[in-house]
């Protein structure tokens, strides 16, 4: 079996938020979109927005086109199906998540989840082969295929997506659909992490903290669950305590051996010179 490649093809060119003029983030998770121009801000931007002094009507409107920002159900679900009748792929992705997660007033259905997010994974949406890969390693409207999975989330990192390069890298590091491989593991992981995926930022301090992939170092361990714990990841957090905690340990024991080794060498030292004196008054009393 091939292993999937994880290089070759240009990312997805990012748009800008449409607040701020900034490339939008590469974690999608990140990123909001109105349904009605399609339009896309970053969350903290649109955040920002609504703790603003701006009039409150002005604040539940489109950011670029000023319309009056759909209701949750089926006036969301109206501005979609204009985009999906122009096959347009993100459309078709999203639809494909509010099927899979009977959101919004729609139907539960995994069979049509993976019907859009196929149609949206032929037009090279990054989201939807991300979103399909999850489809086939649960087998949910699909064969289970762990293989597949792992050359759908493989297509996405091709594209940038961050949310892949985690996912892959967690693929490699459990050998679920691919050889197993720790140096791929933390590779794909350090990207995902250096993008600010707060995730893969805890997982690559534990890849460093048990040398899996990588040269063991509590110093760069400590580097990663520190930026993971400053964006507020517990698991990372907890880490941080552990390592603060055996490190005090270590400290404390090399000490004590350091000041057991001292005494030691005191105590043989005088010794020595005990029985070197004993020797010489030994060697006066028994001369002839």
């Not at 930022?201 to 993971?228: C, F, L, P, Y």
């Amino acid at each position: 079996m091939n292993q999937p490649n994880t290089t070759g093809h240009a990312p997805v060119a990012l748009d800008d938020c449409c607040i701020c003029l900034d490339p939008l983030s590469t974690d999608i998770e990140k990123n909001g979109r109105a349904l009605c121009c399609g339009q896309q801000w970053h969350f903290t931007c649109h955040q920002n927005v609504q703790h603003s002094k701006m009039p409150e009507h002005l604040k539940h409107r489109c950011h670029h086109c000023r319309t009056p920002l759909a209701e949750r159900g089926k006036e969301s679900i109206t501005q979609l199906k204009k985009w999906l009748d122009k096959d347009t792929a993100w459309a078709q992705s999203l639809m494909a998540v509010w099927y899979r997660d009977g959101l919004y007033g729609v139907q539960q259905s995994d069979v049509m989840a993976v019907m859009l997010f196929d149609k949206a994974v032929a037009q090279g949406d990054p989201e939807a082969m991300f979103e399909l890969a999850f489809m086939y390693g649960q087998g949910r409207g699909v064969v289970q295929s762990l293989e597949h999975a792992a050359e759908l989330y493989a297509r996405a990192v091709e594209q940038g997506s961050v949310q892949a390069m985690f996912r892959l890298g967690v693929v490699y590091q459990d050998g679920h659909g691919v050889p197993q491989s720790f140096h791929k593991a933390v590779e794909l992981l350090t990207r995902a992490a250096e993008h600010g995926y707060v995730e893969a930022m805890n997982n690559v301090g534990v890849m460093h903290i048990t040398g899996r992939g990588v040269a063991q170092s509590n110093e760069v361990a400590r580097k990663w669950w520190t930026k993971a714990a400053n964006e507020g990841h517990k698991r990372a957090g907890n880490n941080l305590k552990q390592l603060d905690e055996q490190e005090s340990m270590d400290a404390a024991t090399t000490a004590a051996t350091t000041t057991t080794t001292s005494t030691t060498t005191t105590t043989t030292t005088s010794s020595a010179q005990c029985c070197a004196a004993c020797n010489a008054q030994c060697t006066r009393n028994n001369r002839p």
